[in-house]
């Protein structure tokens, strides 16, 4: 069973969202609070939640809108505690054109600094005695800017410095622990929309799983599979001569 008995995933309609709303159902949780955009898929989310034995509360949310995203997280916690925080929501760019850039940046980066904030704000104030964990979705594109999906990997990037920065300020402040995660091709809509190839794809389920495993020991950057990382990492420093050369051999979203 989880030590996290009142969880809040944002962007839980489809990808390591629902599978991660799921595999906490089935852990026993007390309280899932979701949201996510498309008002049907939310719904089927939280109905197998439900059958799995945990009471949910969705919400229909665009994270982009801050207002309303601190009002709903704050609504949350006034029902019960919350003590371990997803901020998940998160596209793809497919064309790169100025509207799907804004949009990308506006959720990949907005919607999460729209999340993190008003989270850090009440875990300040939660008892010491209670689990205290915000998770940020990075990817393993984040490890180095990708010719192939600039926009993406640019977000990525920048969420997931800020949460490796977050969690030693933040364990050090207010005790509360920071996770980042940087998965590489797990089954989600936008893996479903991919026509490049994608090597060590992994499902939905067994990501949470992992990804559960590790929030529960407090791992600081989730990164995986472990190829992909150490693949990731090592291009990211080579000299750029080096890997312009690496990324221009390699195909490109069609």
Request: proline share 6%; aromatic share 8%.
């Amino acid at each position: 069973m989880s030590k996290y008995q009142n969880v809040l995933i944002t962007g839980a309609s489809s990808g390591i969202g629902e599978a991660l709303a799921l595999h906490y159902a089935k852990s026993g949780v007390t309280n899932l609070f979701l949201c996510g955009r498309n008002a049907e898929r939310l719904k089927n989310v939280a109905d197998q939640c439900r059958e799995l034995g945990a009471q949910v509360l969705e919400k229909v949310l665009d994270v982009t809108d801050a207002l309303a995203t601190e009002k709903w997280i704050i609504s949350c916690n006034q029902k019960a505690p919350l003590h371990l925080i997803f901020a998940n929501a998160g596209v793809s760019t497919t064309q790169e054109i100025p509207e799907n850039i804004r949009h990308t940046f506006a959720i990949n980066v907005g919607g999460v600094v729209n999340t993190v904030l008003p989270a850090i704000e009440i875990l300040k104030n939660t008892p010491s005695s209670q689990p205290k964990h915000i998770v940020i979705t990075a990817s393993i594109a984040g490890y180095h800017g990708l010719p192939a999906c600039p926009s993406y990997s640019a977000t990525k990037a920048c969420v997931k410095a800020w949460g490796e920065a977050l969690r030693i300020d933040l364990a050090k402040k207010h005790n509360i622990k920071v996770s980042v995660l940087a998965p590489g091709f797990v089954r989600s809509r936008i893996t479903d929309k991919n026509t490049c190839p994608m090597p060590f794809f992994m499902e939905a389920d067994k990501a949470a799983c992992l990804i559960a495993k590790r929030v529960e020991k407090n791992v600081g950057l989730i990164a995986f599979p472990w190829p992909m990382r150490l693949g990731a990492w090592f291009v990211s420093i080579l000299p750029n001569c080096i890997s312009e050369l690496i990324y221009k051999n390699m195909p490109y979203k069609v």
